[in-house]
């Protein structure tokens, strides 16, 4: 258990803005890729916003210019700025690790590590 832990979800009303955070724990972060992955009931789990082992970052379509991903590195931890939020992305939100892949990050089966996840919901 590479101890993966998602924090920051809640419900906020759209428009509004949240910070997710994840620790890693034992699991070193320079290792390889990262993510942000969400999921609702009933769909596939998909990324939301990736960061390569050395920074390049990539994003799903549905959040590009609102959601920012960002890695430490040295601290072991991940974020994800999310603004402008809106109820579609209601979702359980999951940090993931690999520890085999570095640069091809956008697919869930690059990841072998998941936390436990967070719940963002986006009402009014």
């Known amino acids: 258990d590479v101890g993966l832990v998602e924090s920051g979800g809640n419900l906020v009303q759209p428009g509004g803005s949240l910070r997710l955070s994840c620790e890693g724990g034992?699991?070193?972060?320079?290792?390889?890729?990262m993510g942000w992955f969400r999921q609702t009931t009933g769909t596939e789990r998909e990324a939301v916003a990736t960061?390569?082992?050395?920074?390049?970052?990539t994003y799903a379509d549905s959040v590009k210019g609102r959601f920012t991903i960002s890695r430490d590195n040295t601290k072991n931890t991940l974020t994800l700025q999310m603004n402008s939020l809106k109820p579609e992305d209601t979702a359980m939100y999951y940090c993931a690790a690999s520890n085999f892949a570095r640069y091809r990050c956008s697919t869930s089966d690059q990841y072998n590590y998941w936390g436990q996840g967070t719940q963002v919901t986006v009402s009014s």
């Open positions: 034992v699991f070193t972060f320079r290792s390889g890729c």
């Open positions: 960061a390569t082992v050395d920074g390049t970052t």
